[in-house]
């Protein structure tokens, strides 16, 4: 039908959320594989930052609606054949895939206290990066992955000795 294009591109989805909600300002779909969630509340912390919004909704969607996709990934032998994730483990021997969803409003605290919000959580910093050449383009760089840890921190003001936790 007419509504094709604007119905089924991914793009679509950030555009349709700001027009229905009459939003002002960026609106932007991120695609960066399993990082999208993490660069698109990158983004909208610098897009505060540099004024170009007071506040952001920021989410991510991961559903599982083609089995393309499935197959591709059991065939590169990329998920784990028990089903379990071994993670940081000598027993690791791919991942599983799950489908979820998250939508958080972000602001600045001056403005979350100007406009009485509650604040649930402080996001001290933000860093992103590619980790450039790996074993295979799914493997993690050690020395990139540490500069980022770094970069965030530098970004935070803090010191590596008062982190309590890193998800990884």
């Not at 983004?43 to 505060?48: D, H, K, L, N, P």
Request: charged share 15%.
């Amino acid at each position: 039908s007419v509504y094709d294009m604007t119905g089924n591109a991914a793009s679509m989805v950030a555009h349709r959320v700001s027009y229905h909600f009459d939003l002002i300002g960026p609106s932007l779909a991120i695609d960066t594989a399993c990082s999208s969630s993490l660069v698109a509340l990158h983004q909208a912390i610098r897009s505060i930052q540099s004024g170009d919004c007071e506040s952001a909704i920021v989410s991510g969607v991961n559903l599982m609606l083609s089995p393309e996709v499935f197959e591709t990934l059991r065939d590169a032998q990329m998920l784990s054949p028990d089903h379990t994730c071994h993670t940081f483990d000598a027993k690791a021997n791919g991942y599983v895939r799950g489908e979820g969803c998250i939508a958080l409003l972000i602001t600045s605290q001056s403005f979350a206290y100007q406009c009485g919000l509650p604040q649930r959580a402080i996001v001290c910093g933000s860093a992103i990066n590619q980790d450039g050449l790996t074993a295979g383009i799914t493997a993690p760089n050690g020395q990139s992955q540490v500069r980022l840890y770094q970069a965030a921190l530098h970004d935070a003001h803090l010191s590596p000795d008062v982190v309590d936790l890193v998800e990884a």
